[in-house]
């Protein structure tokens, strides 16, 4: 019994993976891009499996979404994205994070939706700021703006909080809301 439920993991990380692979080469699914704001839908995908599969299968799940993230960059020409240190290791960590918290909310009497909300603002907090720290650190702003990424700090700023804002309260009403809808299911076969 034990092996067919390791099985069941595995095979819905796969199915979970192969997800993440659709959203991020489906324009308008993984990536929603409005101008100049890009705001990601994928890291819905990673928190939810996280919280459905734990904190292990939570970092492979991130570790493909950094994947495909690198492939995107280069893909795309994005070059600050095509390091692994901005892409893969933060989205690793996210998956990783969300995982985390759901289990030791899970062991309080914190209630479920209100455990899932904290996983999924953990999760997003935490893709947010690794990455934007990760693009501090080794350049990347310079990069993507030039010189002008200097002078244009608070319009950089405000689009940034304004795509992390969306991805928060994005991730946050849906997570727990997928998780609930499905638990019955996941409890039965995982």
């Known amino acids: 019994m034990k092996e067919k439920k390791k099985l069941v993991r595995l095979v819905m990380c796969a199915l979970f993976a192969a997800l993440i692979v659709v959203?991020?080469?489906?324009p308008y699914l993984g990536y929603i891009t409005v101008g100049v704001i890009e705001i990601t839908t994928i890291h819905i995908a990673v928190i939810f499996g996280a919280c459905v599969?734990?904190?292990k299968y939570g970092a492979v799940l991130?570790?493909?979404w950094g994947a495909t993230c690198i492939m995107r960059a280069?893909?795309?020409?994005?070059?600050p994205f095509q390091n692994p240190l901005v892409s893969l290791l933060p989205r690793l960590i996210v998956g990783l994070v969300a995982g985390l918290v759901?289990?030791?909310?899970?062991?309080?009497?914190?209630?479920k939706p209100i455990s899932l909300g904290l996983s999924a603002l953990a999760?997003?907090?935490?893709?947010?700021?690794?990455?934007?720290?990760?693009?501090q650190l080794f350049g990347g702003f310079t990069t993507l703006f030039g010189e002008s990424a200097k002078a244009l700090d608070v319009i950089i700023g405000t689009l940034i909080s304004t795509n992390g804002l969306i991805e928060l309260v994005s991730a946050v009403i849906v997570v727990p809301t997928l998780y609930m809808a499905t638990e019955k299911y996941f409890k039965t076969k995982i």
Do not use: Y
């Open 23 to 26: 959203m991020t080469f489906t």
């Open 53 to 55: 599969l734990g904190p």
């Open 62 to 64: 991130g570790a493909v």
């Open 74 to 79: 280069f893909q795309f020409g994005i070059i």
């Open 102 to 111: 759901f289990r030791l909310l899970s062991k309080t009497k914190c209630k």
């Open 123 to 135: 999760g997003t907090v935490t893709n947010t700021v690794l990455v934007l720290s990760s693009l």
